[in-house]
């Protein structure tokens, strides 16, 4: 190329100049598409699912609080200081915290199921039809939290969704489809 000139631009009717290679287009890549073929889950299984999930999880979680309670009771009248008493009702409450975080989070990440979907024979899959790993479960986690703040529409809106998604779907991505 003769100094002081820039590239060697296309002839007339935007053809290359002999002896140079045609432009190439940027790639492009689409995004995943969403799976096809897949049977998602209404509002109601759904409902049942977390029913039966509540009873699991809420048995170990209702014999932790009633021995923080009677912890709590059993602490003050024997004097102790209320805040000691507080204390364990705190303990408590992050005990159960850590078993739904590790319910919910642990057994979609791994299974792409809980207890209740597995008897309802649902589960938990991205919009590609993939397997749901555990950071995507978490972020389905955090998101119910959203989903249950506002009255809990983000739950009901599965009722009138295309895509039967809730919101906490939505946000990570996922549909819950029949197993």
Known sequence: ??????????????QPVQGQPPPVPPVQRPA????????????WTRFVAYLVDMIVVG???????AVA??????????????G?????FGIAQVLLLVISLAYSIGL????????????????VVLTTGQPVDYGRAALRWVGSIISG???????LWI?????????????????????
Do not use: E, N
């Not at 190329?1 to 935007?14: E, L, W």
């Open 159 to 179: 009722a009138w969704d295309p895509d039967k998604q809730a919101w906490h779907d939505k946000i990570a991505g996922t549909y819950v489809v029949k197993a």
């Open 32 to 43: 995943a598409p969403p799976a096809t073929g897949l049977q998602k889950v209404g509002f």
């Open 1 to 14: 190329m003769p100094s002081g000139q820039g590239p060697v631009q296309p002839g007339a009717g935007g």
């Open 108 to 123: 979609i990440g791994w299974k792409g199921q809980t207890v209740g979907m597995m008897a309802l024979r649902i589960k």
């Open 59 to 65: 048995i170990p979680c209702g014999i932790i609080m």
């Open 149 to 155: 703040m506002v009255l809990c529409l983000g739950y």
């Open 84 to 88: 000691a008493a507080a204390g364990g």
């Open 69 to 82: 309670g009677g912890g709590i009771m059993a602490a003050a009248h024997m004097g102790a200081p209320s």
